[in-house]
Nanobody, 115 residues
Framework: QVQLVESGGGLVPPGGSLRLSCAAS????????MGWHRQAPGKERELVALITTGGKTDYADSMKGRFTISRDNGKNTVDLQMNSLKPEDTAVYYC?????????WGRGTQVTVSS
């Protein structure tokens, strides 16, 4: 069993920045991929970014150049630095971890981009 807890969400004006953090606990010894997804009201959950234990990253096209994912394997944390935020980025952001073939999800943290 893996538990994921997100933090760092909040209200930010357009063009601003936020840094999200996710801490994994429990049976974390076999976690391979971690990352972030988001879900806006009335829309499906979508990929934001993924990172493997080896540091390989993948980003959704709309986040490339604005968001950066990072990981500390020793501390079992994954962060998402979000810059140049747009109102369209408003969503609940969910931490994700895969243990073997089994996915785990955090409860989410709200990000609201508004003036």
């Amino acid at each position: 069993q893996v538990q994921l807890v997100e933090s760092g969400g909040g209200l930010v004006p357009p063009g601003g920045s936020l840094r999200l953090s996710c801490a994994a606990s429990g049976s974390i010894f076999s976690i391979n991929t971690m990352g972030w997804h988001r879900q806006a009201p009335g829309k499906e959950r979508e990929l934001v970014a993924l990172i493997t234990t080896g540091g390989k990253t993948d980003y959704a096209d709309s986040m490339k150049g604005r968001f950066t994912i990072s990981r500390d394997n020793g501390k079992n944390t994954v962060d998402l630095q979000m810059n140049s935020l747009k109102p369209e980025d408003t969503a609940v952001y969910y931490c994700y971890a895969r243990q073997g073939l089994y996915p785990y999800w955090g409860r989410g943290t709200q990000v609201t981009v508004s003036s």
